[in-house]
């Protein structure tokens, strides 16, 4: 999720505009906090990392032994430069992975990230990067060579305006969301406007997919279907990889406040940001809470489970859940730790 806020009010209609947003605020944040009791019974630890760990993906390809690939950077305050670390799955041991090839002017400040094994089995890590001082925006190629990533190949377009997350498949197109109709139009989003829409790279050029998202988000491949979500579009929705102008998207079931999805198996698991406002609160200081929801949709049957929330600050503004073998992995925007929930059900 995209936390740097910029309203563009003209001074005309400044003060109508802020009662708007207010308005909107009330109505966006009126849903609340699944009544549920799990932040008490599971076992909770922090893993340290750099700060921001915003999206994690499961790299069980790259290498012999399963890991998280974490995309970090300073979201709070601007640094130099992010970073991209790896998570031993078995150990929990977290290094910084090499970065090489790259051009000697590429500003790094990475945000949705995605691994993806390619048919001629290179493993690839695709990241969205933001060059905000440049107004550029951008998909990174990185070819994974165990614990070293080469650059291969920087995605820059007219399409690329607000890019947030990013999927893969093996056959090398590249999908990704764009929030609003421009960077930083967070009041698209409370006042509800569909202007998000999503697009794929089809190793030639971008083209429009799916549109008439608000703030759109999360985007994820399973199998023949790219699984995609709006924050305020209150669904998880799926259509054909093969996607032509006449395809439609098709609803799954209800999620609200959705940011990124994670496809494990025939599972997804969607983090949700069930309460906006707490949300930009917790953007500004890391002492104000933000409450986190995780569900899992059993993409066979359609099914959703609520399977862990969070109100008590363990873990502020979830972003991406994964769960494997019994333990839930959450990260967030802001702080420098990655949340591990133990033997979740």
Do not use: W
């Amino acid at each position: 999720m995209n936390v740097k806020i910029r309203l563009d009010f003209s001074k005309a209609n400044r003060f109508i505009s802020k009662i708007i947003l207010g308005i909107s605020l009330l109505l966006f944040v009126s849903c609340s906090v699944p009544k549920m009791q799990l932040e008490t019974t599971y076992v909770q630890r922090e893993i340290t990392t750099k700060a921001g760990p915003e999206d994690i993906v499961l790299d069980t390809m790259s290498t012999n032994f399963p890991r998280l690939i974490i995309s970090c950077d300073n979201r709070r305050t601007s640094e130099k430069s992010g970073f991209i670390q790896a998570m031993d799955l078995k150990t929990e041991a977290v290094i910084v992975l090499e970065r090489t090839n790259e051009p000697a002017n590429l500003v790094f400040h990475p945000h949705g990230i995605d691994v993806v094994k390619l048919k001629d089995g290179t493993s690839k890590l695709y990241v969205v990067n933001h060059n905000e001082a440049a107004k550029e925006q951008s998909i990174l190629i990185y070819r994974i060579v165990e614990n070293q990533l080469v650059f291969e190949k920087q995605l820059i377009d007219k399409l690329l305006v607000s890019p947030n997350d990013v999927a893969g498949d093996e056959s090398g197109k590249i999908y990704t969301g764009n929030e609003f109709y421009k960077r930083n139009a967070l009041l698209s989003a409370l006042l509800g406007l569909k202007n998000g829409y999503f697009i794929q790279f089809d190793g030639k050029q971008f083209s429009k997919r799916e549109t008439k998202f608000c703030y759109a988000n999360g985007v994820a491949v399973y199998k023949n279907q790219l699984l995609t979500v709006g924050s305020r579009n209150r669904f998880l929705y799926k259509a054909p990889l093969d996607f032509k102008k006449d395809s439609k998207k098709e609803k799954i079931t209800k999620i609200k406040g959705a940011d990124n999805i994670s496809v494990i198996g025939d599972k997804a698991y969607i983090a949700c940001h069930v309460k906006l406002l707490k949300f930009v609160k917790h953007a500004k200081s890391a002492v104000n809470k933000s409450p986190t929801v995780i569900y899992e949709v059993d993409l066979l049957t359609n099914e959703k489970r609520l399977i862990y929330t969070n109100t008590n600050g363990a873990i502020n503004g979830a972003t991406t859940a994964i769960l494997y073998n019994g333990n839930l992995y959450l990260s967030q925007v802001f702080e420098p730790y990655i949340l591990v929930v133990e033997k979740v059900k």
